[in-house]
């Protein structure tokens, strides 16, 4: 058991981050910024950012074109926006933009700045390339039960969606045509009811985890110690998903209402669970998304071995290309590498999670995630591994030295 050291308790980790958000005076503001700026100008990975105010704490297996700080804003996607606006907002590296609705003095003069979206890993092709897929394994009978449970909302998810996907058999001489009349493929259409409804659906845990750890913080008076923007971070991540694959197909009404019956049950029965037992929904939430990995990795084997050519040269959304920084000709293959990263995110940081003490422990992923190395290539961190991973986060910051002020 991990002894109630400083090290996972809220002071401790966070007491930077609090300085960074509750500061308003300008000079402290622009020193904390310039030592954030050298802390990602002598590394290679932005792992974490929020607000104007952005930390960035890096490993070293990015290219340098990949960092936050030193390539500038991409164009936002023009299916969305008219004016050349962001995602979902107007930001600060925005080229083209119309009409500002907040203004505040800067350097750079009068500019909107912060950002459209929460904190989310851009990765590189070796990394999107290293998922694997794992499972925990079940110890415990809370293991079992959330195993239980993703069995039965698998096979629900499975009906309403339309999914099926059997095993190839070796050495076959079917055609196209034959392996999706036999359930051996799928089509474009068929591939995007699956994944519409898994991430309409996929996007509720966050929320309302972070609803109740939000809700309880409230009712103690107390901080979080770090949980509810991760799991926020999860929520949009999912959502974001749902809106790039919205730009392939637009769904009508009885799929809608499908979606709605679903999220209402959905939402208020995970709302109750994680009430009565966060560490089981944490669980049940890391073996949904060893599914969704498992789901991906199968999508990508049929687009790579000739069985979705319908999507093996199209073009990537713009909305993709702006969230996860995909080069300007990718493709939709990149598109489904980047998500399935990103499900591989969600599955390790919901083990580890359920790992450790959702009461007293510190979320180790506050201040820096492990990269893709990691996280696709086993299921989460234990509770020993995530109090490694936490003291390797103080050293960290406590190397990071700051530059005088010109």
């Known amino acids: 058991m991990i002894p109630q050291a400083p090290l996972y308790k809220t002071e401790t980790l966070l007491r930077r981050l609090s300085h960074v958000h509750t500061t308003t005076s300008h000079a402290t503001t622009l020193h904390t910024m310039t030592m954030l700026r050298l802390a990602a100008a002598s590394s290679t990975r932005p792992l974490l950012h929020c607000g104007a105010s952005r930390i960035a704490l890096l490993s070293n297996r990015v290219s340098p ?3 936050f700080w030193l390539s500038p804003r991409r164009q936002a996607p023009g299916e969305l926006t008219s004016t050349g606006k962001g995602t979902e907002g107007p930001h600060i590296h925005d080229t083209k933009i119309t009409k500002i609705p907040a203004e505040v003095e800067s350097k750079q003069g009068k500019l909107p700045t912060g950002d459209w979206v929460l904190f989310h ?24 039960m959330a195993g239980v449970f993703v069995r039965c909302v698998r096979f629900g998810f499975d009906l309403i969606s339309g999914y099926h996907h059997k095993e190839i058999p070796a050495g076959h001489t079917m055609t196209l045509t034959e392996l999706r009349a036999k359930n051996y493929s799928m089509n474009p259409d068929q591939w995007l ?12 845990p966050g929320m309302v985890a972070a609803t109740c750890r939000h809700l309880r913080s409230l ?5 979080d110690a770090g949980w509810i923007h991760t799991l926020l971070q999860e929520a949009e991540n999912e959502r974001m998903h749902l809106l790039t694959f919205m730009t392939l197909r637009n769904p009508g009404i009885f799929f809608r209402a499908l979606i709605l ?20 929904c944490h669980r049940f939430v890391g073996m949904i998304e060893e599914e969704a990995v498992y789901t991906y990795t199968l999508c990508i084997k049929d687009i790579e071995e000739g069985r979705l050519p319908e999507w093996a040269n199209k073009p990537a959304p713009r909305i993709s290309i702006d969230y996860w920084r995909l080069p300007e000709n990718a493709t939709l293959l990149d598109v489904v590498y980047a998500v399935r990263s990103d499900e591989s995110t969600h599955r390790f940081v919901n083990h580890t999670l359920a790992n450790i003490d959702s009461v007293k422990d510190v979320n180790p992923f506050a201040i820096r995630e492990p990269d893709m ?27 990071t030295e700051p530059p005088a002020i010109a």
């Open 121 to 144: 890993p851009a990765y590189t092709s070796d990394e999107m390339h290293a998922v694997e897929v794992v499972h925990h394994p079940r110890k415990n009978f809370g293991d079992r």
């Open 65 to 67: 074109s990949r960092n």
């Open 261 to 280: 019956g679903a999220q209402g049950v959905f939402y208020n029965a995970f709302f109750l669970s994680y009430l009565v037992n966060p560490r089981i």
């Open 373 to 399: 190395f990691v996280k696709g290539s086993k299921p989460g961190f234990t509770r020993e591994e995530a109090e490694e991973h936490v003291r390797n986060n103080n050293k960290l910051l406590n190397k």
């Open 219 to 223: 009712r103690l008076m107390r901080r």
């Open 193 to 204: 009811n699956r994944i519409l409804f898994l991430e309409s659906i996929a996007a509720v």
